[in-house]
């Protein structure tokens, strides 16, 4: 049975585990799996039969044999028993914005609504109101949130659809009448949604590579596909890279792909960017792929003005990370340990505050003990363990702990968690107020979004960094793949505003500190150099920036 098909299983559990009721950090534990299983670089029927399932990071004895019960009988007997308890449409309750899986359960067993249509008609007549939670106004925003899903292209998340397209990669290259394979379109301009998933493969035998397409299970998005003699793969990989709007810069910049030459050599596998040669031709540097959106780049590349774009290996740690002090799943010396492993210089410890009592925030009793623990543990030579705090910003902008308690943290990291449905003006102020406390150094994930599930938060994002430029305080780029709060479009305008940018993983896990390639892409898409990026410096300059008074 091929890994696709055995992580779809296991995402598909922890989903439906979310609808039942279950244990959130269960919920976790099969996405982790799923993960694991999808990235594996061998078939996991192999490990199973080896009985060596277990030592991959993430898989436990339990979720282990649900595999092998998977891989020795096509179905997984708990899966099935979720499957009858959770209908289908009630799963798709949940791509309306502000509605959750719990939520979604409610109104399934006190209204019966199982579908989209079914939501709307229970609005429409007035019965959403009569459940605890819900009321006039909350039942007219779910009739708006409908709408929009309606309105809405069928995408997914750039975090679930790369690590199927990387898979897919995985398998397509062990062919022998595949001679060359890369993801191309919106995966490989890393967009944060995906429509589908294109590929550029180059063969001589067309008609075995169709036949091994064809005997693919199911993916979560279509392929699509584009078979090339070799000679032909860097020009096809530029023209189905690139956007509508790449595409159409080239031309009217009077640049055309196809009169290049391109040889057979330059697009050979030694390349690790085999378009690249196709812009050489065209007297142009190489435009990376985040960056082909037809938003300037062509005249930039053609002045020699293309940025230096951030990457991976500039950054040198993570500012906004959770441990078990609140709602993680790692304690402070395993997140600690981890990071080290990674190479980072520093890591900030920033648990949820009081407010946030789904997460088990913190009372500031139980924040200063805290620290002491992180100040106790903080005994590297060559690393950095930060105290912080992830500061809920109250409905009036002000912050959950007191300026005092705030003045003893190395870092504060403030968010929006609750009341994100306000009018633009109250929310723009209640963001303002917060970005004026002289204590906190980065707003997290400023708009609160969770992409296809929460829209983002109204703010006039002019006044928003108007006041970050002047006090000195940080934006972050979330780097959870369901979040990458900022976009790449509001990131560009905080480069070009003076404004510094944190790109940091939220993470929650050990695990989730390795979605930090998804914050630096989202970041390369708004153009941000390294000496843009708080976490790219150095410790010293680090511990410098965040101990100089914010200006008023």
């Not at 723009?428 to 609160?448: K, M, Q, S, W, Y």
Request: some cysteine.
């Amino acid at each position: 049975m091929d890994n696709l098909t055995v992580a779809e299983a296991l995402y598909e559990i922890a989903d439906l585990l979310e609808f039942t009721g279950g244990d959130p950090f269960k919920v976790r534990a099969y996405r982790k799996a799923a993960e694991a299983v999808g990235l594996l670089p061998e078939p996991v029927a192999d490990l199973a039969r080896e009985g060596r399932l277990t030592r991959v990071p993430g898989i436990g004895k339990a979720i282990a044999a649900k595999i092998g019960e998977l891989l020795e009988t096509g179905r997984i007997g708990y899966l099935e028993e979720l499957r009858q308890a959770v209908p289908p449409g009630v799963v798709d309750l949940t791509r309306v914005p502000g509605l959750g899986a719990r939520t979604a359960m409610l109104l399934y067993r006190r209204l019966g609504v199982d579908s989209l249509e079914a939501l709307e008609l229970a609005a429409r007549e007035g019965k959403l109101r009569e459940l605890p939670g819900m009321g006039p106004r909350r039942e007219a925003a779910i009739l708006e949130a409908v709408e929009r899903v309606r309105r809405r292209p069928d995408r997914v998340s750039i975090g679930v659809a790369l690590p199927v397209a990387e898979a897919l990669l995985q398998h397509l290259r062990s062919h022998p009448a595949v001679l060359r394979a890369e993801v191309a379109g919106s995966v490989r301009r890393r967009q944060e949604t995906v429509a589908d998933i294109d590929v550029v493969i180059a063969t001589r035998e067309p008609a075995a590579v169709r036949e091994y397409l064809d005997s693919l299970p199911a993916l979560p998005r279509p392929l699509d596909p584009v078979l090339v003699p070799p000679e032909a793969f860097a020009l096809t990989l530029l023209e189905r890279t690139g956007s509508p709007a790449h595409l159409a810069e080239l031309a009217g910049q009077g640049f055309d792909p196809r009169r290049t030459g391109e040889t057979p050599a330059e697009a050979g596998p030694g390349s690790a960017a085999p378009d690249a040669a196709v812009y050489r031709a065209m007297g142009l540097p190489y435009i990376p792929p985040e960056l082909r959106e037809g938003r300037g780049e062509v005249a930039a590349a053609r002045a020699g003005r293309l940025p230096r774009l951030v990457t991976l290996s500039d950054l040198r740690g993570d500012l906004h990370v959770h441990t078990t002090a609140s709602d993680g799943t790692a304690t402070l010396a395993e997140m600690a340990e981890a990071a080290r492993a990674l190479g980072y210089r520093y890591l900030a410890i920033c648990d949820h505050s009081q407010s946030l009592t789904i997460a088990r925030g913190l009372t500031p009793e139980r924040l200063r003990e805290h620290v002491a623990a992180i100040r106790r543990l903080d005994q590297w030579e060559d690393f950095r363990l930060l105290a912080g705090a992830e500061v809920d910003i109250l409905r009036d902008g002000s912050l959950d702990y007191p300026d005092e308690l705030l003045a003893e943290l190395d870092v504060v990291v403030a968010s929006l968690h609750s009341h994100l449905g306000l009018p633009a003006e109250e929310q723009t102020e209640r963001l303002l107020r917060a970005i004026a406390n002289p204590h906190v150094d980065i707003i997290g994930h400023p708009f609160g979004r969770v992409i296809a599930r929460r829209e983002p938060a109204a703010l006039d994002f002019e006044r928003v960094l108007e006041a970050c430029a002047r006090t000195g305080t940080a934006l972050e780029i979330s780097a959870s793949p369901s979040r990458l709060d900022l976009s790449d479009v509001h990131a560009r305008l905080a480069r070009e505003a003076g404004v510094k940018l944190a790109i940091n993983t939220d993470a929650h896990s050990v695990r989730e500190l390795e979605h930090m390639p998804y914050g630096v892409w989202q970041a390369r898409r708004g153009w941000v150099e390294p000496g843009d990026v708080l976490n790219a410096m150095d410790p010293p300059d680090l511990l410098d920036w965040l101990a100089t008074p914010k200006q008023g």
